[in-house]
């Protein structure tokens, strides 16, 4: 057959112009016309195109593209081929069929042969990169449109639901699922789904595939590397089996799954899913999948941060009103015995007769006493704040404890005329050691709540049961019950709440800081306790306070407790101790900086006849003491002093070689009050410690017990 060499040769120009110009969209349609036009050129009645296909590491010929006349008889027989070669890589053949059998070409009509079979497969890969990189370019794009959405302010979940959407209809899978782990556990529910069908849509029962999933996944994410995604193009075929069970248990044949990690943390997986076939999956789809799984990871953690931020905010808020409204109660209760202190003073000062002095001179002592207490509170609570509340032990008696604290508490109780009942476990030990300071202050606060909210002619009982006795400790609950307002269920947990009370309506009615309960509940957990209540409202409440209690000897003992059980203490015709006692020949030495002070200490021992040496600051007292050292039997030392301080003084006259100087009482006589400060006091060289305010009784019983025993 003679076939015109330069009408093929027009033709395979004519193929290439159209060919390698063509989009995608019509390159199969331009395929097909040339192939045809070849045919007809070279009056044959098959063209064939077939490329090798890797399958399970096996190359396979597959047939891509075919031109068959129609008019043609279905059998035909090769007349000739040509193989194709890519940077010496074997890639398919082109051949060439005819109902006739071998026909003879010339050798120019063959090599144009081999120019167009290279040129319909040059076309056909160059097709093909094209379509990969349109296929790129679209999927850039959608990955830039899903992560840009992940960045506004719309919900998380609706923009889970949406990124799902978008890429199951790209990508047209049968079903994509986000799986998430229970908190605490290694379960995952699929709580994001999207399906091509309602048909995929997953059983409420089903669970996901944890145990898989977590032998794959590592549960942490180390330095945000990325981990990468798992995929199975047939889960019937996979050499190990072990995505079998995805088949069996939910239909999948197909799937690619990435993990999702939250600060580290494994929070979930990303899977998509085919359920009719196998599919092989792509690098391009590996990209996808895991772009996504970030976005959402970024999304959730954003998340998570909104709504720590706002939480905190709403804390903050909350706090800050608590604190503003702390303040306008603190105003209230300092202002409140100021303006008595101050009102008082006046009165006492325009009254003519002694009976009106006294009576504003002890209305001024109880608002001072308040005042103090709304101080010590305030203290309390700073402390707390800080982090820096801490207990100091000392031995004490329990049962001594308990009757000082129902003495102090018992005034308010008559004036109400409220009845007591106290039940001590006699089981409970003797002495104990542990911060009796602090114990009481918070049974006092416990049994002051039950007389402030119980009405007149109410019923308090104040119980104390040993729960456990072990070798070096033991565990007491003492129970405070009234017959007061209660507390409704919702309020409950307000109260242990630092700057609140239950309601607002009880600051008004009834006063008080709302530090006295969180202040108790601090000092029961650095007792290794805790502090519940129960309560009904209208009815009373019960507080139930547990602490742990180390255990003594009976005989032990140690200057602090002669100083707390001293207080309160009476003299041998049975009353208090008063100024009936008399100090004449004694000396003591007062170092206070603070003029007002001194005169106060002066005017209150005034009656004892006691003669006062004064000094300014610590190196004066040390110069009065060092030069008369046998003159004094006490020294009161004040600790912050210009010059030299309290405790500097005390540790140089304690040093000092001359006579009384080791043995000479020295007192603190001081505002600072912790326990801290007592054993600062102590380590310096001092014999004991009062207070400020100076409590009368307490400097008489103080002076009685150093200068007569």
Not at 235 to 249: A, G, P, Q, V
Not at 460 to 483: F, H, M, P, W
Not at 676 to 687: N, P
Request: net charge negative; with cysteine.
């Amino acid at each position: 057959m003679k076939v015109k060499h330069i009408d093929l040769l027009t033709l395979v120009n004519d193929a290439a112009v159209q060919l390698l110009s063509t989009t995608p969209s019509n390159f199969q349609e331009i395929l097909h016309s040339a192939m045809e036009k070849a045919g007809q050129c070279l009056e044959i009645d098959c063209i064939s195109i077939q490329r090798t296909d890797r399958i399970n590491d096996e190359e396979i010929p597959m047939l891509q593209y075919q031109w068959r006349n129609l008019d043609s008889e279905p059998k035909t027989q090769p007349i000739f081929s040509f193989p194709i070669y890519f940077q010496k890589k074997y890639w398919g053949s082109i051949s060439y069929e005819s109902r006739h059998g071998q026909d003879f070409y010339s050798q120019d009509v063959l090599g144009v042969l081999n120019s167009l079979s290279l040129l319909f497969a040059n076309a056909i890969e160059h097709n093909e990169t094209v379509l990969q990189l349109n296929q790129r370019l679209k999927q850039q794009q959608l990955m830039s449109t899903i992560t840009k959405n992940f960045i506004s302010k719309e919900s998380m979940d609706k923009l889970i639901y949406v990124a799902l959407a978008k890429i199951g209809s790209y990508l047209k899978v049968a079903r994509i699922i986000v799986a998430v782990f229970e908190e605490n556990s290694n379960v995952s529910i699929p709580k994001y789904v999207w399906t091509k069908n309602p048909k995929y849509a997953p059983k409420a029962s089903q669970k996901g595939f944890s145990s898989i999933l977590r032998d794959i996944f590592p549960r942490h994410q180390k330095n945000s590397e990325r981990v990468k995604t798992i995929y199975c193009n047939n889960t019937l075929e996979y050499k190990d089996e072990r995505f079998r069970i995805f088949h069996e248990m939910a239909g999948i044949i197909s799937l690619i799954c990435a993990p999702i990690y939250v600060d580290g943390q494994l929070w979930g997986t990303m899977s998509l899913e085919e359920h009719e076939s196998p599919r092989e999956w792509s690098d391009s789809d590996d990209m996808l999948i895991g772009t996504v799984a970030t976005a959402i990871s970024n999304a959730v953690a954003r998340d998570i941060m909104e709504e720590e931020k706002s939480k905190a905010l709403e804390e903050a808020t909350a706090a800050s009103r608590a604190k503003g409204e702390f303040l306008s109660n603190m105003s209230h209760e300092m202002r409140t015995p100021m303006n008595a202190i101050i009102g008082m003073s006046t009165v006492g000062k325009n009254s003519a007769t002694v009976e009106k002095k006294n009576e504003a001179f002890d209305k001024i002592q109880g608002a001072s006493k308040h005042l103090l207490g709304v101080i010590n509170d305030v203290l309390d609570m700073s402390k707390i704040e800080a982090n820096k509340l801490t207990l100091f032990d000392d031995e004490f008696s329990f049962a001594a404890m308990i009757e000082n604290v129902v003495n102090v508490i018992t005034y308010g109780m008559e004036n109400k005329k409220q009845i007591l009942d106290v039940d001590i476990d006699e089981e409970i030990p003797t002495r104990l050691l542990g911060d009796s300071q602090r114990l009481a202050q918070v049974i006092t606060n416990l049994l002051s709540n039950a007389n402030k909210f119980t009405p007149e002619e109410g019923r308090i009982s104040l119980t104390a049961k040993l729960l456990r006795k072990g070798n070096a400790d033991c565990n007491l609950e003492i129970r405070v019950t009234d017959t007061g307002i209660g507390i409704s269920s919702e309020n409950i947990d307000r109260l242990f709440n630092s700057f609140e009370q239950a309601e607002a309506s009880t600051t008004r009615k009834f006063g008080g800081t709302g530090l006295g309960l969180p202040i108790s509940k601090r000092i029961c957990e650095l007792m290794d306790g805790s502090i519940q209540i129960e309560s009904v409202l209208g009815e009373g409440s019960t507080f139930i306070c547990q602490v742990q209690l180390k255990l003594l000897a009976e005989e032990s003992g140690d200057l602090e407790r002669g100083v707390e059980e001293e207080k309160g203490q009476t003299d041998s015709q049975g009353g208090p101790l008063t100024q009936s006692l008399n100090f004449s020949g004694h000396s003591i030495l007062l170092a206070e900086d603070v003029e007002i002070n001194r005169e106060v200490v002066q005017a209150l021992l005034e009656p004892l006849n006691l003669q006062i040496d004064c000094a300014t600051n610590g190196r004066e007292a040390l110069e009065i003491f060092t030069a008369h050292p046998d003159k004094y039997d006490v020294i009161f030392m004040d600790l912050q002093m210009p010059e030299m301080d309290g405790l500097e003084a005390t540790r140089k006259i304690r040093e000092l070689d001359i006579s009384n100087a080791k043995e000479i009482p020295i007192i603190a006589m001081t505002a600072n009050v912790f326990k801290e400060d007592i054993q600062r006091c102590l380590k310096a060289g001092m014999d004991a410690h009062i207070g400020k305010p100076i409590d009368y009784q307490e400097v008489v019983s103080t002076l009685k017990r150093h200068i007569f025993s």
